[in-house]
């Protein structure tokens, strides 16, 4: 092949990435040759993570919600690890309940945590990407902003909303060398989606009969997908969504 695939001395930056998914795609990234940092509001998560992760995972206690932070972790960031090439916006929170008993407030919290923030993190990153004229930006989405799905209206709404933001954003800034590309994992298996599937056997059938595949997937595959939106190998891909599923996205 004409290249390896490896991110060799790149510089990842993966938000809630003391586990599940963020935790897996930071272990791909560091598996090929990054350094990685990864952030979180949990210091415990975040070192049981780097105990897993070696030497090439950086720890940074942050909430992403708390924008006016933002400046100060990306600078420290590229002064310690230096420029970042990835940016895996990750962190995000789940609500679910019938959409009619969904307060203001409550809205408002999943909006600002899965889109407001995802934005100003990104924006800030963008300074130091767009004139150095490369980079990779991945924000992981979720099948709600593919269908429909009850009880999860803020969710959804923060999904859809990330999908818009990566096409405009590639629309207007991959001439410059930044990508930008968002994954929507399908139903993978982590510890809490697993417990929720054995307490509820009727729903577990009903996903497993609607995924081509026959299985759900693991944290690593989509770990897989973002170290692949990351190298060199997706030069010319930005303004995608790549669901991971299985095949559910497609129908029967």
Same mark, same amino acid.
């Given at each position: ?135 990779? !930006?991945?924000?992981? *989405? +979720?099948?709600? &902003? #593919?269908? /429909?799905? %009850?009880?999860? !209206?803020?969710?959804? *709404? +923060?999904?859809? &909303? #990330?999908? /818009?933001? %990566? ?6 800034? +991959? ?78």
């Amino acid at each position: 092949m004409e290249m390896k695939f490896e991110l060799n001395n790149k510089v990842a930056l993966v938000t809630g990435g003391g586990s599940g998914i963020g935790l897996a795609i930071a272990a791909q990234y560091i598996a090929l040759g990054a350094k990685v940092a990864i952030t979180g509001r949990n210091i415990e998560k975040l070192q049981a993570a780097k105990v897993e992760l070696g030497d090439n995972c950086f720890i940074y206690v942050n909430d992403v919600t708390q924008k006016d932070t933002h400046g100060k972790l990306v600078e420290t960031i590229e002064r310690e690890l230096g420029p970042i090439e990835i940016l895996v916006n990750n962190a995000g929170m789940h609500s679910k309940k019938p959409s009619m008993e969904a307060t203001d407030s409550e809205f408002q919290m999943v909006m600002d945590t899965n889109i407001n923030s995802v934005f100003a993190l990104t924006r800030t990153v963008l300074h130091y990407m767009l004139p150095r004229g490369k980079g990779s !930006v991945i924000s992981i *989405s +979720s099948m709600a &902003a #593919l269908f /429909g799905i %009850t009880q999860v !209206v803020a969710y959804s *709404s +923060s999904k859809t &909303a #990330l999908l /818009g933001m %990566t096409r405009s954003l590639a629309s207007e800034y +991959s001439h410059t060398g930044v990508r930008f590309n968002a994954i929507a994992p399908g139903f993978i298996e982590t510890k809490m989606f697993l417990n929720i599937m054995e307490s509820d056997p009727a729903r577990k059938e009903k996903i497993l009969s609607r995924t081509p595949a026959r299985r759900f997937g693991t944290t690593k595959e989509v770990g897989h997908a973002a170290a692949f939106l990351a190298s060199d190998f997706s030069n010319f891909i930005t303004g995608i969504c790549l669901p991971v599923d299985g095949g559910n996205s497609i129908g029967f």
